[in-house]
């Protein structure tokens, strides 16, 4: 098993609509969560980072972390395909970053 | 805004030549990463740094790749000989050090790798 799970998708809605991307971990020694956003053929670009339990909000994302589930969402509101991109959960202990596979995401016009 | 800077951005090979791959990390950072990431996962460790010494490269296949940091900037992945499965986008990243755990990573724009 994996530490860092991630449904590869791939993932397709129609512009407007609310996306959910989640992750699962299993260390509980994870002390903080990324989320990184990754176009094709480009490195990956930090989204979000959150330390605790709880969500952490930032125009139309929206981060969430339950730790006591070891959970990890990713909210998108108002898709736009621009937002069409691999987005990639990771978790951290002291200097360790953990990846997931990414979810593909495609916003449709 | 500050970047990881990376080249090539391309790199096309045959199998047994020697390739090597830079990366200049945000200035200031401490902690250097790199990573492989093969078409459809995520980003996997292949070496840390913290300054010129290394952290980790327990994933770092040591018959054929070989890492350095001299002056802890920037850094130099080798493979040596190249096999096909090295195909795969090769990632630097870096990192400032709050205490003992690390702040956020960013990613430089990656070296793709074609080995034929």
């Known amino acids: 098993q994996k530490e860092v799970e991630q449904d590869p998708g791939p993932l397709s809605v129609p512009e407007g609509a609310i996306v959910s991307l989640n992750c699962t971990y299993s260390?509980?020694?994870?002390?903080?969560f990324m989320w990184y956003r990754q176009y094709s053929r480009k490195g990956p670009e930090l989204l979000m980072y959150?330390?605790?339990?709880g969500n952490k909000e930032d125009g139309r994302f929206t981060a969430q972390v339950d730790k006591s589930s070891k959970y990890i969402s990713l909210f998108i509101r108002d898709s736009q395909p621009s937002d069409s991109a691999t987005y990639l959960c990771?978790?951290?202990?002291?200097?360790?970053?953990?990846f997931g596979p990414g979810t593909r995401l495609s916003v449709l016009p | 805004e500050a970047e990881v800077a990376q080249s090539p951005r391309y790199k096309i090979t045959e199998k047994s030549q020697a390739v090597a791959f830079w990366c200049d990390p945000i200035?200031?950072?401490?902690?250097l990463y790199w990573y492989r990431q093969i078409l459809g996962q995520g980003p996997e460790l292949l070496v840390q740094?913290?300054?010129?010494?290394?952290?980790?490269d327990s994933q770092l296949p040591k018959d054929r790749f070989s890492a350095e940091r001299l002056k802890g900037v920037d850094s130099t992945l080798k493979i040596q000989p190249a096999e096909l499965g090295d195909s795969a986008m090769y990632l630097c990243?870096?990192?400032?050090?709050?205490?003992?755990?690390?702040?956020?990573?960013?990613f430089g724009p990656g070296t793709r790798l074609l080995v034929l």
């Open positions: 990243a870096s990192s400032s050090l709050g205490g003992q755990v690390a702040e956020t990573q960013y």
């Open positions: 260390n509980s020694a994870f002390q903080y």
């Open positions: 959150t330390y605790s339990s």
């Open positions: 990771a978790a951290v202990y002291g200097q360790n970053f953990v």
């Open positions: 200035s200031g950072h401490a902690t």
């Open positions: 740094f913290q300054d010129e010494s290394v952290v980790d």
